[in-house]
């Protein structure tokens, strides 16, 4: 069976870090890309930034870019995303999702529960 | 930046057939996928590739696209169906390839 289990969420002040993680089992985590995607309170899906097998290829959403940096260890079967200068507007439920190509082609088959992040002083 | 309109809410009664549409520009010329997100819960994919449906998905569920409109059509509600629906694709049309999500549909069974 498939799990992703997202953490490292919590409340955080404006301008700092936040390390989020996302333990994935039940299949083989390297042969896939894996992204994150969240969701404002109330609002929609936005995707974050996804990240191929072997990292060679990496994409952000311009809402992000320059301040988020994703990565992986596939020895630990993790997929991680650093988030620096964190702002209000990054408030949200921090999915981490599964592709169904070892390339971005961006189609998400498993998701995590989420890990909240907030954003306030 | 590629944008997919879908309306905010569609009704429908049981047992009665629900048409969710999400419109782009060209969008039949781009794979889109349908996800379904229940309260509380983490989006499930129902339709990809705008018309296939995983494993473990009703038949209940279908998908077309065609021109600028792509359509999730669900037979047969059910009350369990209630939820939003977001269609997405993968937009590489400009220089700055993107994932993009529709605003999302909240189907309401009556």
């Known amino acids: 069976e498939v799990q992703l289990v997202e953490s490292g969420g919590g409340l955080v002040q404006p301008g700092r870090s936040l390390r989020l993680s996302c333990a994935a089992s039940?299949?083989?985590?390297?042969?896939?890309?894996m992204h994150w995607v969240r969701q404002a309170p109330g609002k929609g899906l936005e995707w974050v930034s996804g990240?191929?097998?072997?990292?060679?290829?990496?994409g952000y959403a311009d809402s992000v870019k320059g301040r988020f940096t994703i990565s992986r260890d596939n020895a630990k079967n993790s997929l991680y995303l650093q988030m620096n200068s964190l702002r209000a507007e990054d408030t949200a439920l921090y999915y981490c999702?599964?592709?169904?190509?070892?390339?971005?082609?961006?189609?998400?088959?498993?998701w995590g529960q989420g890990t909240l992040v907030t954003v306030s002083s | 930046s590629y944008v997919l309109t879908q309306p905010p809410s569609v009704s429908v009664a049981p047992g009665q057939t629900a048409r969710i549409t999400c419109g782009g520009n060209n969008i039949g010329s781009k794979s889109v996928h349908w996800y379904q997100q229940k309260p509380g819960q983490a989006p499930v994919l129902v339709v990809y590739d705008d018309s296939d449906r995983p494993s473990g998905i009703p038949e209940r569920f279908s998908g077309s696209n065609s021109g600028n409109t792509a359509t999730l059509t669900i037979s047969r509600v059910e009350a369990g169906d209630e939820a939003d629906y977001y269609c997405q694709v993968w937009d590489s049309s400009s220089d700055h390839p993107d994932v993009v999500f529709g605003g999302g549909t909240k189907l309401t069974v009556l």
């Open positions: 990240i191929s097998w072997n990292s060679g290829s990496i």
């Open positions: 039940g299949f083989t985590f390297d042969d896939y890309a």
């Open positions: 999702a599964k592709d169904t190509s070892p390339l971005h082609r961006t189609l998400f088959d498993y």
